[in-house]
């Protein structure tokens, strides 16, 4: 299928742009706001900017706290906007970890200033983290992996005994986050999980 719900389209001749809603039987798409049914060879997808997973919650929490979308997007832009005259980024009323956080959103937004207002105004995909698996113990019938059990709880467990209970493909943070618990560096023995493609 040439597109998936929630893309965001283009017409390749006139000026409309619009998100894929749901599909015919015959091979139509719905656009939301638009006309019933559309021939999707008249559309191209939109490729829209990737930001990282704080600036995603940023926006939600800025949505959460706003009387309307249109409202968000406006203190978001403004947000962005401000920063780096004068001005850490921050969102008002949102609290940062710790001033590390916030020098890095900082640089980043400085950085990439244009794109992530293009991100408000157009749409966004949320840059997904790296994952890695750390392998405690392995031979040719099993292996022993650091796993994730709730909030904060880390054990191994084997992955045979694995039925999807426990979390074993984690974050950086979750491996830093058990290595401080455990006093073990586990990033030294961490290994990146590759993609999987569809």
Not at 66 to 75: L, Q
Not at 152 to 177: A, C, F, H, M
Request: aromatic share 14%.
């Amino acid at each position: 299928m040439k597109f998936k719900k929630g893309d965001r389209v283009k017409h390749k001749k006139y000026d409309l742009t619009g998100v894929v809603e749901e599909f015919s039987s015959f091979g139509e798409i719905r656009i939301k706001g638009m006309w019933p049914w559309c021939n999707p060879d008249h559309f191209e997808k939109i490729e829209v900017p990737k930001v990282p997973k704080w600036f995603d919650e940023a926006y939600k929490f800025t949505r959460s706290h706003s009387v309307s979308e249109a409202k968000a997007k406006e203190d978001m832009l403004y947000y962005i906007s401000r920063c780096g005259y004068g001005h850490h980024f921050h969102v008002d009323n949102a609290v940062f970890e710790d001033g590390k956080d916030r020098d890095e959103h900082t640089e980043y937004v400085n950085e990439y200033k244009i794109d992530l207002i293009r991100a408000i105004l157009e749409g966004y995909e949320v840059e997904q983290e790296p994952l890695y698996e750390v392998v405690l113990f392995k031979d040719d019938y099993v292996r022993l992996l650091l796993t994730k059990q709730g909030n904060s709880s880390y054990r191994p467990e084997y992955d045979v005994e694995n039925e999807g209970y426990w979390q074993q493909k984690l974050t950086k943070d979750e491996i830093e986050e058990a290595s401080e618990l455990h006093g073990v560096d586990y990033m030294k023995i961490a290994k990146r999980v590759e993609e999987e493609t569809e």
